[in-house]
Every structure is written in structure tokens, then in C-alpha cells.
Nanobody, 127 residues
């Protein structure tokens, strides 16, 4: 049974910070690239950030570049998303996802590329 469980969401004022966590179980965590996606009301699920299985190599959406940082701790089977300088447009349900990609060099930004998904954690940014 594969599980991805997000935590750390909540309400924050514009300019503030939150750190999301995603704990993975039931899979060999170090064999998977990990990604964060978000879905705002009335919008499609959108790519936020991704990190290679080894932790070497990251990729960010232009909208969060310089503000968000993705990281992972393979010993803890956990991926993180540090969100700083948050804006109201960051309000969304945030999902973590896992992609089996042991021989790939690059990272994927498409939802179709990912094999497993968490249930999401709500992030709300007030102005």
C-alpha cells in the first residue's frame, strides 16, 4: 500500500511563510522523483516544484521561483516545500506526487508523469 500524506497547510497572511511536508510509505522512496502541485478553485492542477530522486536537481514553476524551495530527506522518506513571501494567488490545495524515474536525468512538470498522489493539504493566503 503506497501512501503520500501531506501536512503543514493552513492560513497565513501575505508575505508570510509555511512549510509543507509529505511523508511517503509503501515505496522505495529513493527511487522516485518527487513533485509538488497545487489546485486553486476553478483551476486545473498546476506544477509547483520537483526534485530528483537523489536530491540533486530541482525544477520550479516561474510563479514560485525564488520564493519556494523543495527539498527531501531520503532517510525520513519525506519531501518538503518551504514557501516564503507568500501571495494570495498561492492559495490552493497542495498535493505531493511521486514518479518512478531511476534512469531519467530531467524532471517532469506534467501531472500525467506521476505515479502516486497524496490527498492534499489546504493553503490559504490572506491579503
Amino acid at each position: 500500500q503506497v501512501q503520500l500524506v501531506e501536512s503543514g497547510g493552513g492560513l497565513v497572511q501575505a508575505g508570510g511563510s509555511l512549510r509543507l511536508s509529505c511523508a511517503a510509505s509503501g515505496l522505495p522512496f529513493s527511487d522516485y522523483d518527487m513533485g509538488w502541485f497545487r489546485q486553486a478553485p476553478g483551476k486545473e492542477r498546476a506544477f509547483v516544484a520537483a526534485i530528483k530522486w537523489s536530491g540533486v536537481g530541482t525544477y520550479y514553476a516561474d510563479s514560485v521561483l525564488g520564493r519556494f524551495t523543495i527539498s527531501r530527506d531520503n532517510a525520513k522518506n519525506t519531501v518538503y516545500l518551504q514557501m516564503n513571501a507568500m501571495r494570495p494567488e498561492d492559495t490552493a490545495l497542495y498535493y505531493c506526487a511521486a514518479e518512478f524515474a531511476p534512469h531519467r536525468v530531467g524532471l517532469d512538470s506534467s501531472t500525467q508523469a506521476y505515479d502516486y498522489w497524496g490527498q492534499g493539504t489546504q493553503v490559504t493566503v490572506s491579503s
